[in-house]
């Protein structure tokens, strides 16, 4: 996308300048009479390394007006300045005595050298692995200070309690939570891939709320479920009372707090529906037969089916489908002695994401070798998917027969994830 020469030269101008005449502009949202989001939107981000971010997103960052200013989280490099902005709306940058990392992932700390070199804070913190992480990312020589889970910070009339998430989705990774206002800056956790001129959740269409929290759940943090499973069960042990959930990405909870976890704690389980997603991809549309034939097989036992032609289909959504899904049936042709290209691509990715609970099956179309079935076999397996049959293989394009035994593969799989799925 092309750059205008007005925004490049906003990009040039001092922090000062930016602060002094953009802050009209780029204004801080009250969250509470304490709490202001001074984060930043990416309206146009549609790939986030690797995950299809059809809407966009936003980089949340917070401001606490406690009596030692303390700044939670930053934004991406190139948001440095409408953050600062948004900062300058609300008070001058260089009142800013504490920064907090939650999470140490560039989205969230790509501007922070240089917005510790513009606000000179007093103090820097993060969790012991986040410490290290900024280290490791950034090689800063600035004295970071490492939490460990339960230490509280006094941040002057009001607390902040850290309790460390590891792997969620990062080991650096930990919640802070503000006890005086009972909010959660629960750093990725909670968020979603949305670019949205409103801020609160409560704004926001819920299917639209639904829909993103839950992809980013399938392409971010699916990997880490069991971590989830337990820590909601510590949330509920520790009794943690939130009133806000404010996430790194997305918009601020402050009703549907209790939904958005209850979503997470199904999520995590990975409770497998009666639906399948077919994948595939095809040269000259035997597979696409071969796909369309399996589906069949599937919905004639009662299945929902997912039919995902990889021409059209991203990875993410793939992942999305597979959240809640009993099977996923997998076609390619052999191209090359290989995988089709579109379907390494997507397998790689949601091995990836180690979906749970899986039925699975496999086919596809080649001219003289046929390899691909053996190469999709060998990755469901590593993916521990309950594999139905040995799949089936046409070569060049699939007569009557051949189709048949696609439509009975689909039942075939339709039939084991009823059994499975009744009998859960
Ligand atoms: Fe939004 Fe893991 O960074």
């Known amino acids: 996308m092309a750059v205008s020469p007005a925004y490049q030269g906003w990009r040039r101008q001092s922090t000062k300048e930016v602060a002094k005449g953009m802050n009209k502009i780029f204004q801080a949202v009250k969250v509470t009479d304490h709490v202001y989001w001074v984060g930043a939107i990416d309206w146009n981000i549609r790939d986030f390394h690797g995950y299809t971010t059809k809407r966009g997103t936003t980089y949340n960052a917070y401001l606490i007006l406690s009596d030692r200013i303390t700044l939670i989280d930053t934004v991406r490099t190139s948001f440095k ?10 008070v001058d940058p260089t009142e800013i005595q504490y920064l ?27 969790s012991i692995m986040g410490a290290k992480t900024l280290r490791e990312i950034h090689h800063l020589e600035h004295d970071i200070e490492p939490l460990i889970d339960g230490d509280s910070l006094d941040v002057g009339n009001m607390k902040l309690t850290f309790y460390e998430t590891r792997m969620l989705h990062w080991p650096d990774s930990m919640f802070s939570y503000l006890v005086d206002e009972k909010i959660l ?9 949305l670019a949205t001129s409103e801020r609160f959740a409560d704004e926001i269409n819920d299917a639209v709320l639904d829909h993103e929290a839950a992809t980013y759940f399938a392409n971010i943090l699916l990997p880490y479920a069991p971590v989830i499973t337990k820590l909601m069960e510590r949330v509920d042990s520790i009794g943690l009372a939130c009133d806000i959930v404010a996430p790194d990405h997305g918009p601020i909870w402050r009703s549907g707090v209790g939904t958005i976890m209850d979503n997470y704690r199904t999520w995590a389980l990975q409770k497998p529906m009666r639906k399948a997603v077919v994948v595939y991809d095809t040269m000259w549309h035997s597979t ?22 990889m021409h059209g289909n991203r990875r993410s959504d793939v992942a999305y489908e597979l959240l809640d899904a009993g099977a996923l049936v997998v076609g390619s042709p052999t191209l090359n002695n290989n995988l089709f290209p579109t379907i390494a691509d997507v397998l790689t990715y949601i091995k990836g994401l180690r979906p749970r609970n899986l039925i699975g099956a496999v086919f596809g179309s080649y001219g003289w070798s046929g390899e691909s079935l053996r190469y999709i076999r060998d990755l469901l397996d590593d993916m521990k998917v ?17 189709l048949e035994e696609c439509y009975a593969l689909g039942v075939a799989v339709g039939e084991r994830v009823n059994e499975k799925t009744i009998n859960a």
């Open 288 to 309: 696409e037969l071969m796909a369309k034939a399996v589906s069949e097989g599937l919905a004639s036992t009662g299945i929902s089916v997912k039919h995902m032609s």
């Open 81 to 90: 300045k409408e953050m600062l902005a948004r900062i300058s709306s609300v």
């Open 386 to 402: 309950e594999v139905i049959g040995d799949g089936v293989a046409a070569r060049q394009v699939p007569d009557a027969g051949v």
């Open 185 to 193: 800056f629960s750093h990725d956790a909670f968020g979603m891939h």
């Open 100 to 126: 907090v990392s939650d999470h140490s992932e560039m989205d969230h700390t790509g501007s922070l050298p240089d917005v510790i070199d513009a606000v000179k804070p007093e103090r820097i913190f993060a």
